[in-house]
């Protein structure tokens, strides 16, 4: 079998949301940071993007997690989340994942039902804990990025349905959160292609009309993510929408640290409350704020959110000299009416 650039990628999913985990096989990014490198799969070469995720090699319904060497010396590894429509900051389900496949695969070693494993990535330092007996990872908890709450009530015109009222957070990612229920929905399964075809329509709203401009990181200046939210309190649901088309199988680790930014900004919650949030397919993160703090002069808070993740398979990637697709192709069939990068 003559195959070249091969990549091993374990396949990984956290409460339902894929997220394979490149483990052997990718080059190092140039940068000295992870958000360096970020911008360099964004903006100067996304050949191993295009590889791992396109079709014939990968799908639209999943996420590839590029592990790295660490930029910070409190870590031994980092990792950027890569999906259809580039390479992305911070994601906890995607974080569930990495932590399971490295313990799980024995790239970490660890002793003791708690693994504490510290992760470089380009939204920052961030602190799993694996609870496990030293094959199965049974959880995995993670201190997210500093959150804070945007805007309010922000107004925005949406093609073909009129002006809604959206909140905005950062959670780790800038986040458009719109409620369900004031748009006839209940975030069921059988809703899922409406709250895509809407959430298409309601990002490239929110790109042309919500500015936003995290106060110390200067890469994060956008909304990346709407995302549909139900239910109050202790009890939560949420759908985030996905490029190019696609809604998180996952509660969304980072959509939730956004919106318990809302939440406790509203007061809606408090500072002692566990918080159960849930997906359109039943998935479910706990989550609850450990602590106040300030982000640029603005009230942020400390979000830890937790959940499970499950390795399901080993794949090995390769392209063939003949092979006419070495990036792959998409559809707009599977891949939705918004072209990939």
């Not at 509660?251 to 007061?267: E, Y």
């Amino acid at each position: 079998m003559e195959l070249e650039r091969e990549i091993e990628l374990l396949g990984v999913h956290a409460e339902g949301e894929v997220g394979r985990v490149i483990v052997s096989g990718a080059p190092e990014i140039p940068g000295e940071t992870l958000v360096e490198k970020m911008g360099y799969i964004n903006t100067t070469d996304d050949s191993l993007l295009k590889q791992c995720l396109y079709e014939p090699r990968g799908a639209a319904q999943m996420t590839i997690n590029l592990l790295q060497r660490s930029c910070r010396a409190e870590a031994e590894y980092g990792f950027i989340p890569l999906q259809a429509d580039g390479a992305h900051a911070m994601s906890g389900s995607n974080t569930m994942c990495v932590v399971t496949a490295l313990l799980e695969s024995g790239l970490v070693q660890a002793e003791g039902p708690e693994a504490v494993v510290p992760l470089d990535t380009p939204a920052g330092l961030i602190k799993a804990t694996a609870f496990w007996d030293g094959k199965k990872v049974e959880r995995v908890q993670i201190a997210m990025p500093v959150s804070f709450a945007e805007h309010f009530d922000h107004p925005l015109e949406v093609a073909g349905l009129g002006t809604i009222k959206t909140d905005v957070a950062f959670g780790g990612c800038y986040f458009a959160l719109i409620r369900a229920e004031e748009l006839g929905f209940a975030i069921a399964p059988d809703e899922a292609r409406d709250l895509v075809e809407l959430g298409a329509r309601i990002q490239a709203a929110a790109a042309e009309q919500i500015k936003v401009q995290h106060p110390e990181v200067d890469a994060f200046n956008r909304v990346e993510y709407p995302m549909f939210i139900a239910g109050q309190g202790a009890s939560i649901r949420n759908a985030t929408i996905i490029h190019p088309g696609r809604i998180d199988r996952s509660p969304c680790g980072t959509g939730t640290s956004a919106r318990l930014a809302v939440m406790l900004a509203r007061g809606e919650i408090s500072l002692a409350d566990t918080v159960s949030s849930c997906s359109i397919i039943g998935g479910e993160f706990t989550a609850k704020i450990t602590g106040t703090t300030t982000c640029g002069g603005r009230e942020a808070l400390l979000p830890q959110v937790a959940g499970r993740a499950w390795i399901y398979g080993r794949h090995v990637l390769g392209v063939h000299p003949s092979d006419p697709f070495p990036l792959g192709y998409t559809l707009s069939d599977t891949w939705g009416t918004a072209a990939p990068r």
